[in-house]
């Protein structure tokens, strides 16, 4: 569904104009030097995995912190992982690992602003709408788009089959924040996993075949030609209804949509659940052109207690079962299909969550959620990602921690540093300006490019 812009209201409250065309943000992009990558595609384990219990074990440590898992070999001597990721293992040769992420803050609807984005939010509790636009939100405005009547930015967050209750909309850093809800990724809700998975807004109704489509677009246009003063929520969904009436006449286009047209050997090899057929929607879409595809991993609905990656309880349990391996497979899955297309080198893939876990179990920090026996609370001091294709180098493990994944003990890198290097693969350079919803211009990117990390 294409995501519902703020009220008449909320719009004229912060000002029309500059989602009218009069003072709408501009960008000053100054480009970055080599051959850009494409597209992205950020896989966000939203909830925080524990590093010490995937890519930054430490089985030397007492029991209480290095946890129950034992670890395996990985494809680079002398590094190991959880033996929950046996398909990341034997691919990190192809990957960049970083065990030094770190940042201060432990809320789950806030931290994800500072990896989506690259800067921190400016008042804890703030609307979205007062959000510092995301990356595939900055991309569309820029002008990056598939140029095939695709949306420039999509998010893709699939319910759950019993549709159970999600903290995802409430995720600072998703969306376009004050760029204005003319940029507002378009948002992907169906389970892709599900035998009928289908866009509604892209799929032709049966009876409004022929010429009733464009009577009916043309009966809107002139309903609204009538009222007094356009506003911008009026114009984010006259935007939006343009692009869906777009993908309904260019179903070649819409194609990107449907899943029936892979082989199922493929779609078996990502795996038949929501997570698996969300990071295949996700590779179809940038193939497609889509510049940037953010996969958020979907509330499971399995317990009241760990949804997510937030194993505050059953740490252990629902790594090894509901969490690992869909996630291991996944990634694997489309890391090889890229390679196999001939799209990794031009292609960015993050997986990442928005901070990491407490180190020992059953401890609870300030600020978190606190932790049973056998979970770990919120931890942002230190935590791990990956990062593959579009220039990064391939077989490096960047940064370290401590003896407990306490905290960073070499090249310590914060959200912003990765946001910039992101950007820079992207082609946009760090001295680019934004606009902002009063026309004054504040710098895109915060960070430093970690250069190290690159060809």
């Not at 990985?74 to 034997?90: F, N, Q, S």
């Not at 899955?333 to 876990?357: H, K, N, P, Q």
């Amino acid at each position: 569904m294409f995501q519902a812009p703020p009220s008449r209201r909320t719009i004229l409250q912060l000002g029309a104009l500059p989602f009218l065309g009069a003072g709408c943000p501009r960008l000053l992009a100054a480009p970055s030097s080599g051959k850009p990558a494409k597209a992205c595609i950020f896989v966000f384990l939203w909830g925080g995995p524990a590093q010490q219990d995937t890519l930054d074990p430490k089985p030397e440590a007492p029991v209480e912190y290095r946890g129950e898992f034992s670890t395996i070999q990985t494809a680079l001597p002398g590094v190991r992982v959880c033996e929950h990721l046996p398909g990341i293992a034997r691919r990190l040769d192809k990957v960049c690992l970083i065990r030094s992420m770190t940042h201060d803050d432990v809320n789950h609807t806030t931290a994800p602003h500072l990896l989506l984005t690259g800067h921190p939010m400016g008042n804890l509790g703030q609307p979205l709408r007062d959000d510092f636009p995301g990356m595939s939100s900055v991309l569309a405005r820029m002008g990056r788009g598939a140029g095939n009547d695709l949306p420039a930015a999509i998010n893709l967050m699939p319910h759950s089959p019993d549709k159970a209750p999600r903290f995802v909309e409430s995720t600072h850093g998703q969306g376009a924040g004050w760029l204005g809800p003319v940029w507002q990724p378009m948002r992907i809700e169906a389970d892709p996993s599900s035998p009928g998975y289908s866009i509604g807004e892209i799929t032709p109704v049966p009876d409004l075949a022929g010429g009733r489509m464009s009577e009916r677009a043309r009966l809107v246009a002139g309903l609204e030609a009538l009222a007094p003063l356009a506003s911008a929520d009026t114009s984010a969904q006259g935007r939006h209804r343009e692009q869906a009436l777009r993908l309904l006449a260019n179903q070649k286009a819409a194609a990107a949509f449907d899943l029936s047209r892979e082989p199922m050997a493929l779609r078996e090899r990502y795996g038949m659940n929501i997570h698996g057929q969300a990071v295949l929607q996700a590779r179809r879409l940038v193939e497609a052109g889509v510049p940037v595809v953010t996969v958020y991993w979907q509330n499971d609905g399995i317990t009241n207690v760990s949804v997510y990656w937030d194993t505050h309880q059953r740490n252990f349990i629902d790594l090894k079962t509901r969490l690992c391996p869909p996630a291991d497979k996944a990634l694997c899955a489309l890391l090889d299909d890229l390679e196999d297309r001939g799209m990794l080198d031009e292609t960015l893939v993050v997986w990442s969550g928005e901070m990491g876990r407490t180190p020992r179990v059953g401890q609870s920090v300030p600020g978190g959620a606190g932790a049973g026996r056998d979970g770990r609370d919120h931890w942002a001091k230190v935590f791990s990602c990956i990062v593959a294709g579009g220039g990064f180098r391939k077989g490096v493990v960047h940064g370290s921690s401590d003896r407990y994944a306490a905290e960073p003990s070499t090249s310590p890198v914060r959200p912003a540093d990765l946001v910039a290097t992101l950007y820079h693969r992207l082609g946009v350079g760090g001295s680019s300006q934004i606009n902002d919803r009063l026309g004054r211009e504040v710098p895109l990117i915060q960070g430093e490019v970690i250069r190290q990390l690159l060809d």
